[in-house]
């Protein structure tokens, strides 16, 4: 167990070095559904650990997950894709919102307030 946890812990803290590009990928996102799907069944408390640091909108994800019950088929989508959309929207968030921060520290002074 204590091995899982460590790549668990390995595999979310390389999510915050990917840029939006690896971010979409097919690959990215069956490993990181797959991975969520897995802490659903063996560690939820560490999911929603993990949900939390990545700032993940509770009400958000309650109200797509209630939408998506599981009893339906929904196109085959399970609740561990439905939260890695959501992980990955959120850390595309953060990245355009960090490159439009640096884009506004190359401001010319005398533009600042």
Do not use: C, H
Request: cysteine-free; hydrophobic content about 35%; overall charge negative.
């Amino acid at each position: 167990m204590q091995d899982k946890d460590s790549n668990n812990e390995f595999f979310f803290q390389q999510l915050q070095t990917l840029d939006e590009k690896e971010m979409v990928s097919a690959n990215f996102r069956e490993s990181l559904s797959r991975l969520i799907n897995d802490l659903i069944n063996d560690d939820f408390g560490k999911l929603v650990q993990f949900l939390y640091r990545l700032d993940i909108d509770e009400k958000k994800l309650r109200k797509i997950l209630e939408a998506n019950p599981a009893d339906r088929q929904n196109a085959g989508r399970n609740a561990g894709e439905i939260i890695a959309e959501l992980v990955i929207e959120r850390q595309i968030q953060k990245i355009r919102s960090r490159s439009e921060f640096k884009r506004d520290e190359n401001i010319d002074e005398d533009e600042k307030w």
